[in-house]
């Protein structure tokens, strides 16, 4: 599959991710509408009523500002993931929320952790440890970028801050990490050029039939009845 089969816009690439976030905001307006506070439905550890919170945890949100700074990452790196990772993109979002939500569940501490964040952990990981294990020049440069834009979200895998699930956003860290190196196989392969296929044949190719052994460069004019060849010579300036 070369770049311009993987790396492919659709408009699933914004209709998913645009999905999810109003999801996660019609979630809150029903909230705030019919008077309904949702947060004990989050991830609870030690309560086997609390692994349902592995479902529900990622649309809910405590407030407002919760809920807007979760927002915008959210939208932009599942964007970089449909568009980059089409084809594994389902799998890291259903299996990232399943997976980062058990794991906040058994390190977790006792009390309710709600929010989306744990899944934009996923996502921030797993693009940044996915680009470095591709070596592609693109999936690279999209490391880079998340790491300019989210870069500090590493503090909060650390217990530093008051009211923060640290264990959720390291459970989806941790899992990032892991689904990057599980999928390190799904990914564009770099193009190649013929002289760099392993099994290329100098003799064979016809463009290097063009250059004679000083590396000048020949041009046949095959209808010649006398076969003429009208050779170039380069002279640089010290000769």
Request: charged share 20%; net charge negative; hydrophobic share 45%.
């Amino acid at each position: 599959m070369n770049d311009q089969q993987h790396f492919k816009f659709s408009t699933g690439v914004i209709a998913y991710p645009l999905f999810f976030v109003l999801l996660i905001w019609l979630v809150f307006w029903f909230e705030i509408r019919f008077g309904f506070v949702f947060n004990s439905y989050g991830v609870h550890p030690g309560k086997l009523l609390g692994l349902r919170g592995v479902i529900f945890s990622p649309f809910i949100h405590s407030g407002i500002d919760h809920l807007y700074s979760n927002t915008i990452p959210l939208f932009v790196l599942s964007v970089a993931l449909f568009y980059f990772y089409r084809k594994i993109a389902w799998k890291v979002v259903i299996f990232g929320i399943l997976l980062s939500g058990l794991l906040t569940w058994t390190i977790g501490r006792p009390a309710n952790h709600i929010g989306a964040s744990g899944l934009i952990y996923v996502l921030v990981s797993f693009t940044f440890f996915k680009g470095i294990f591709a070596k592609h020049y693109r999936l690279i440069a999209l490391s880079l970028i998340v790491v300019f834009l989210y870069g500090s979200m590493i503090w909060g895998t650390l217990p530093i801050e008051d009211g923060i699930s640290w264990e959720g956003h390291l459970s989806g860290m941790i899992t990032g990490l892991l689904f990057a190196v599980i999928f390190r196989k799904e990914i564009a392969k770099p193009k190649k050029y013929v002289w760099e296929e392993e099994h290329y044949n100098e003799d064979d190719d016809e463009f290097m039939k063009h250059f004679d052994e000083d590396g000048n460069f020949i041009e046949r004019i095959d209808e010649s009845p006398d076969d003429l060849e009208i050779t170039y010579h380069f002279k640089s300036d010290n000769d």
